[in-house]
């Protein structure tokens, strides 16, 4: 009789701790995926961001011109050529696809705002709202803004040519199954690129 009373014991305490094991993973998935939305969001406004406000041509249209791809943003010149991106799985901003980010989409999309508002204006008040939204395989939506001014410090032309890091990042991959952590921040202080 003790034996299958302990037996019974035994089997209650292993279920409850795979129970807790299996938690304690999904947990870890869910977390890691709420961190990487912003992550991903943080790294496109970035580059978002390090463009000029206008285009150098002078277009006055908002979204991409001529000879633009989304598929190849290096040929993006300025913030609005951002407008109505909308990719499914990431890409680097030549166009190579990330691995371990399947179903990941993000948006972005780009309007003229109003100096004392912020909102929606139907011309060139010399503020653009850059609205980029990530979308995680399981639907966990991560929407960020950020505002660039046409006379703001970022279009001033610095006294002699360089370059600058304008965002510094990590990727970490534990074994080549798992998914990649990622994880990354803007700088406010450019730092010049030392290559």
Same mark, same amino acid.
Request: charged fraction near 20%; aromatic fraction near 6%.
């Given at each position: 009789?003790? $034996?299958?009373?302990?037996?019974?014991?035994?089997?209650?305490?292993?279920?409850?701790?795979?129970?807790?094991?299996?938690?304690?993973?999904?947990?870890?998935?869910? *977390?890691?995926?709420?961190?990487?939305?912003? /992550? $991903?969001?943080?790294? !496109?406004?970035?580059?978002?961001?390090?463009?000029?406000?206008?285009?150098?041509?002078?277009? =006055?249209?908002?979204?991409?011109?001529?000879?633009? /791809?989304?598929?190849?943003?290096?040929?993006?010149?300025?913030?609005?050529d951002y407008d109505n991106?909308?990719?499914?799985?990431?890409?680097?901003?030549?166009?190579?696809?990330?691995?371990?980010?399947?179903?990941?989409?993000?948006?972005?999309?780009?309007?003229?705002?109003?100096?004392?508002?912020? !909102?929606?204006? $139907?011309?060139?008040?010399?503020?653009?709202? $850059? =609205?980029?939204?990530?979308?995680?395989? /399981?639907?966990?939506?991560?929407?960020?803004?950020?505002?660039?001014?046409?006379?703001?410090?970022?279009?001033?032309?610095?006294?002699?040519?360089?370059?600058?890091?304008?965002?510094?990042?990590?990727?970490?991959? !534990?074994?080549?199954?798992?998914?990649?952590?990622?994880?990354?921040?803007?700088?406010? *202080?450019?730092?010049?690129?030392?290559?």
């Open positions: 009789m003790e $034996i299958v009373v302990a037996t019974m014991v035994t089997g209650v305490m292993l279920v409850a701790a795979l129970d807790s094991v299996g938690a304690v993973f999904n947990t870890h998935k869910l *977390n890691a995926e709420r961190l990487a939305g912003p /992550s $991903i969001g943080h790294e !496109l406004m970035a580059e978002i961001l390090a463009m000029p406000y206008k285009d150098p041509t002078s277009s =006055t249209v908002i979204g991409p011109e001529g000879g633009e /791809s989304t598929t190849n943003r290096n040929a993006f010149d300025d913030v609005d991106l909308n990719t499914l799985g990431l890409r680097t901003k030549s166009g190579v696809v990330r691995a371990g980010f399947t179903g990941w989409r993000t948006q972005v999309d780009v309007q003229w705002a109003g100096v004392l508002t912020g !909102l929606d204006w $139907i011309w060139d008040t010399g503020l653009k709202r $850059i =609205t980029v939204t990530v979308t995680s395989p /399981s639907g966990e939506v991560t929407v960020l803004k950020a505002y660039r001014f046409d006379n703001g410090m970022l279009e001033q032309a610095p006294a002699v040519d360089t370059s600058a890091v304008t965002w510094i990042g990590a990727e970490l991959q !534990l074994g080549t199954t798992s998914k990649p952590a990622r994880m990354g921040t803007n700088l406010t *202080n450019h730092t010049p690129d030392a290559n």
